[in-house]
């Protein structure tokens, strides 16, 4: 009996999930509490969110390790990502213009197919049991 492969839809709702996963335990101290990044809002990893600076909508940058941060719902869901400031602190704590590059980045496009989606599902688990 063959296998029934796996849908698109599907692998990248499983490598959007581990990814966040990653980003949100990545900055989170012992006991799992991480920071917002554009509020400074303290909480529980799990209580938090992946928050984006370019959209999800823009391949190129969607599972960019350097895009994302942890962001509390307010500042992610209710004003927005909070952009301007997200971009802000990503040229002032990461690196001097990241946004611009992220900015250029997210015009790329770039095609997944389902073995490169089950590479960054398989790198960013691997990423997660090593935090």
């Known amino acids: 009996m063959k296998s029934k492969k796996p849908k698109r839809s599907s692998l990248i709702k499983k490598a959007d999930a581990i990814f966040s996963k ?4 990545r900055n989170a101290d012992d006991s799992g509490v991480a920071e917002c990044f554009t509020c400074g ?14 959209s999800r909508r823009h391949y190129s940058t969607r599972w960019s390790e350097d895009n994302c941060q942890v962001q509390c719902a307010g500042c992610n869901v209710f004003r927005y990502g909070e952009q301007y400031t997200f971009g802000k602190n990503l040229d002032a704590h990461i690196k001097q213009g990241l946004a611009e590059e992220l900015n250029n980045l997210s015009s790329k496009t770039v095609k997944y197919d389902n ?12 990423k997660v049991a090593g935090l």
């Open 22 to 25: 990653f980003i949100r335990q």
């Open 41 to 54: 809002k303290r909480d529980h990893w799990k209580s938090l969110q992946c928050g984006h600076f370019m």
């Open 115 to 126: 073995n490169d989606l089950l590479a960054i599902i398989d790198l960013y688990e691997k």
